[in-house]
């Protein structure tokens, strides 16, 4: 498993569309994602629970990768969140 | 064709199509199913037909709003696929036995919910999303979808009444014109139609809600209050005829701009505008108004869902005026209770709102409101010229209490060492028969009165502005008020203090006369009247 932390920079925090964008981008791996904000998580492809995280500008959030693919995939998400969030 | 009767509130021609104003929650049966196959198979078609029906607008625009505003469709796309939501409908379908509609509304009230008790006002407002899609997939099961909730087409809005937060959620792009089966003059929708310069006609009955079908193609015409369903050929030249001599009409007035407001014989008068939002400032600067009268601040508090921040006012404040450049902005403090009510303010319920807790009487009961809103508007004041009014005045007590309050935030102020303009102007809403009455007493206290008619005409004829039936019973040019703000006059300026009207009547013409001959100082209107009051004030002799 790969496991790093971001910070969010969007001043929404992680809103609809990227959220959704960031669902679509998982799904194109093997891999299972988690976004964790605290002691709540989410699956990255789960738009509705993702957004019910709240998580906002400023959070730090803990991103889980699991799978065949897990290096590839770790590295798309980290520059995903770079450009997106 | 079809002819209704209302009342004008606006006097435009709107040519368009109808779309009917649905509430949010659309009422869904709850009905035993047997074949659970044939229901998810139900869900799949809708949400097959509801996508397409999302991509044919996300289509559509994307050439026409661009990528940033087409967005949104495809937030929803992604909702309706999302795996907890579709999850959800099946789980209710299999386990209760019951029609899709059913499992999809109840998921609906679940996830919006969850939104809505989120803290942070993006993601409450998900709440709508998540209601807007459900309600696109119930109406793609019933059947009954006629596409033209997220048309992109103007049309002309048929309700049977819309409260103030309903019309302020409206997306005012779209609009052609509002037509409600109920409601008054004063109302909400009808002050917004002045504002947006649309017609809207009021009170036409319930006969017509009944009938009236989305797609319906309508003419209105703000000057006469008839709507016609299904014109004729005659008709429709005839009213296209009329549409096309008012837009010229308007036009000319437009080469009022720049203009003076002084009469034949050389008596000046301000001529400012009534806003409700920071997003009327265009039709203000557009319509050459001269300033501010009255920036209806209530609409900051209607529009969140918790009591807007000081730094959410302040930003607000500070907008309007910059925009306005050092043209006088007058803001009137808090005004809900009666007509205007917001949920987190937990009010309890009154026989009598409109003699009720409302306006000042909030702010002087619950202070931190108050504070928090005079705050946001002494900081904003050093970024123009800044008046600061308070509605619903009574007595010299409220006044004296009022300025000791204002005294104690500035001394705070200064004390933070936070910089706030010296040259803000304080004065009170004439509203009441009794603040007239004593407006001997009062003008020492301020800078300036504002007289406010609508509730002036209420409280003096004692009649409800809410109540359509009472319409017959109203005189607005009745002699009670127009000596009552004859007196206010006559006091303000023995005190030194300049006196002005902001409400409906200030955009009377056939008053203009009466009231420049009273001495008022000042007339603020929906910013669509402006010219049209100067051109009033252009035209008249005071030396005859």
Same mark, same amino acid.
């Given at each position: 498993?790969?496991?790093?932390?971001?910070?969010?920079?969007?001043?929404?925090?992680?809103?609809?569309?990227?959220?959704?964008?960031?669902?679509?981008?998982?799904?194109?791996?093997?891999?299972?994602?988690?976004?964790?904000?605290?002691?709540?998580?989410?699956?990255?492809?789960?738009?509705?629970?993702?957004?019910?995280?709240?998580?906002?500008?400023?959070?730090?959030?803990?991103?889980?990768?699991?799978?065949?693919?897990?290096?590839?995939?770790?590295?798309?998400?980290?520059?995903?969140?770079?450009?997106?969030? | 064709?079809?002819?209704?009767?209302?009342?004008?509130?606006?006097?435009?021609?709107?040519?368009?199509?109808?779309?009917?104003?649905?509430?949010?929650?659309?009422?869904? +049966?709850?009905?035993?199913? +047997?074949?659970?196959?044939?229901?998810?198979?139900?869900?799949?078609?809708?949400?097959?037909?509801?996508?397409? @029906?999302?991509?044919?607008?996300?289509?559509?625009?994307?050439?026409?709003?661009?990528?940033?505003?087409?967005?949104?469709?495809?937030?929803?796309?992604?909702?309706?696929?999302?795996?907890?939501?579709?999850?959800?409908?099946?789980?209710?379908?299999?386990?209760?036995?019951?029609?899709?509609?059913?499992?999809?509304?109840?998921?609906?009230?679940?996830?919006?919910?969850?939104?809505?008790?989120?803290?942070?006002?993006?993601?409450?407002?998900?709440?709508?999303?998540?209601?807007?899609?459900?309600?696109?997939?119930?109406?793609?099961?019933?059947?009954?979808?006629?596409?033209?909730?997220?048309?992109?087409?103007?049309? *002309?809005?048929?309700?049977?009444?819309?409260?103030?937060?309903? !019309?302020?959620?409206?997306?005012?792009?779209?609009?052609?014109?509002?037509?409600?089966?109920?409601?008054?003059?004063?109302?909400?929708?009808?002050?917004?139609?002045?504002?947006?310069?649309?017609?809207?006609?009021?009170?036409?009955?319930?006969?017509?809600?009944?009938?009236?079908?989305?797609?319906?193609?309508?003419?209105?015409?703000?000057?006469?209050?008839?709507?016609?369903?299904?014109?004729?050929?005659?008709?429709?030249?005839?009213?296209?005829?009329?549409?096309?001599?008012?837009?010229?009409?308007?036009?000319?007035?437009?080469?009022?701009?720049?203009?003076?407001?002084?009469?034949?014989?050389?008596?000046?008068?301000?001529?400012?505008?009534?806003?409700?939002?920071?997003?009327?400032?265009?039709?203000?600067?557009?319509?050459?108004?001269?300033?501010?009268?009255?920036?209806?601040?209530?609409? &900051?508090?209607?529009?969140?869902?918790?009591?807007? !921040?000081?730094?959410?006012?302040?930003?607000?404040?500070?907008?309007?005026?910059?925009?306005?450049?050092?043209?006088?902005?007058?803001?009137?403090?808090?005004?809900?209770?009666?007509?205007?009510?917001?949920?987190?303010?937990?009010?309890?319920?009154?026989?009598?709102?409109?003699?009720? *807790?409302?306006?000042?009487?909030?702010? &002087?009961?619950? @202070?931190?409101?108050?504070?928090?809103?005079?705050?946001?508007?002494?900081?904003?004041?050093?970024?123009?010229?800044?008046?600061?009014?308070?509605?619903?005045? +009574?007595?010299?007590?409220?006044?004296?209490?009022?300025?000791?309050?204002?005294?104690?935030?500035?001394?705070?102020?200064?004390?933070?060492?936070?910089?706030?303009?010296?040259?803000?102007?304080?004065?009170?809403?004439?509203?009441?028969?009794?603040?007239? *009455?004593?407006?001997?007493?009062?003008?020492?206290?301020?800078?300036?009165?504002?007289?406010?008619?609508?509730?002036?005409?209420?409280?003096? &004829?004692?009649?409800?502005?809410?109540?359509?039936?009472?319409?017959?019973?109203?005189?607005?040019?009745?002699?009670?008020?127009?000596?009552?703000?004859?007196?206010?006059?006559?006091?303000?300026?023995?005190?030194?203090?300049?006196?002005?009207?902001?409400?409906?009547?200030?955009?009377?013409?056939?008053?203009?006369?009466?009231?420049?001959?009273?001495?008022?100082?000042?007339?603020?209107?929906?910013?669509?009247?402006?010219?049209?009051?100067?051109?009033?004030?252009?035209?008249?002799?005071?030396?005859?």
């Amino acid at each position: 498993m790969k496991s790093f932390d971001y910070v969010i920079k969007d001043e929404v925090g992680i809103h609809a569309r990227p959220a959704g964008l960031l669902g679509k981008k998982c799904k194109e791996f093997a891999s299972t994602v988690t976004i964790a904000k605290g002691d709540k998580e989410a699956g990255a492809t789960k738009l509705m629970a993702l957004m019910g995280l709240g998580v906002k500008c400023g959070d730090t959030v803990t991103v889980k990768v699991e799978g065949d693919d897990e290096e590839a995939c770790a590295e798309a998400i980290k520059a995903f969140l770079e450009e997106n969030l | 064709m079809i002819t209704y009767n209302g009342k004008g509130v606006y006097g435009a021609i709107a040519i368009g199509h109808v779309s009917v104003y649905k509430r949010q929650d659309a009422a869904v +049966t709850r009905i035993e199913i +047997t074949d659970k196959e044939a229901e998810l198979k139900r869900v799949e078609d809708a949400k097959a037909k509801a996508t397409e @029906q999302l991509q044919a607008i996300y289509d559509k625009a994307l050439k026409e709003v661009g990528e940033e505003n087409a967005a949104i469709f495809e937030v929803h796309m992604m909702m309706l696929e999302d795996d907890d939501y579709n999850d959800s409908i099946k789980n209710i379908i299999e386990a209760e036995s019951v029609n899709a509609e059913y499992a999809v509304s109840i998921t609906s009230d679940n996830f919006s919910e969850m939104f809505a008790a989120m803290d942070d006002s993006y993601f409450q407002a998900r709440a709508a999303d998540i209601k807007d899609i459900s309600n696109r997939l119930i109406a793609c099961l019933s059947n009954n979808d006629s596409g033209s909730t997220s048309s992109d087409e103007k049309v *002309i809005i048929c309700a049977d009444d819309l409260a103030p937060s309903e !019309t302020v959620s409206l997306d005012k792009e779209k609009v052609l014109a509002f037509v409600t089966a109920f409601g008054s003059s004063n109302s909400h929708t009808a002050i917004l139609a002045r504002n947006m310069n649309i017609p809207a006609i009021i009170g036409v009955g319930e006969e017509f809600l009944k009938s009236i079908k989305d797609g319906d193609f309508a003419i209105v015409d703000g000057f006469t209050g008839e709507v016609f369903v299904d014109p004729d050929e005659d008709t429709l030249a005839k009213l296209t005829k009329k549409q096309q001599d008012d837009i010229a009409k308007k036009k000319l007035l437009q080469d009022l701009k720049g203009k003076e407001n002084i009469t034949l014989d050389g008596k000046k008068i301000d001529i400012f505008a009534n806003i409700g939002s920071v997003d009327n400032i265009g039709a203000v600067l557009l319509n050459d108004a001269g300033g501010i009268g009255l920036f209806r601040s209530e609409f &900051l508090y209607l529009e969140n869902d918790d009591y807007p !921040t000081e730094e959410q006012q302040f930003e607000a404040y500070k907008k309007v005026l910059e925009s306005m450049a050092g043209k006088k902005v007058i803001i009137r403090t808090l005004d809900i209770g009666a007509d205007k009510q917001v949920g987190y303010f937990n009010l309890d319920k009154e026989e009598n709102p409109a003699m009720g *807790i409302r306006a000042i009487r909030i702010c &002087l009961t619950r @202070q931190d409101i108050f504070r928090t809103q005079l705050r946001a508007l002494y900081r904003a004041s050093v970024y123009g010229h800044l008046g600061i009014m308070f509605p619903m005045i +009574t007595s010299v007590s409220e006044v004296k209490k009022i300025m000791e309050i204002c005294d104690s935030v500035r001394a705070d102020m200064r004390v933070q060492d936070i910089p706030f303009a010296e040259n803000v102007e304080h004065g009170i809403m004439i509203e009441t028969p009794a603040a007239a *009455i004593i407006s001997d007493q009062l003008a020492p206290l301020v800078n300036f009165f504002s007289v406010g008619t609508n509730d002036l005409t209420q409280y003096t &004829l004692a009649c409800d502005r809410q109540n359509p039936k009472i319409e017959p019973f109203v005189d607005t040019h009745h002699e009670a008020i127009l000596r009552l703000i004859k007196m206010a006059a006559e006091n303000a300026h023995k005190h030194g203090a300049w006196i002005g009207i902001c409400g409906e009547l200030g955009a009377d013409t056939t008053l203009t006369e009466t009231f420049l001959r009273m001495g008022i100082d000042e007339l603020s209107v929906s910013p669509s009247f402006v010219l049209k009051v100067r051109d009033q004030v252009r035209k008249l002799d005071l030396s005859k």
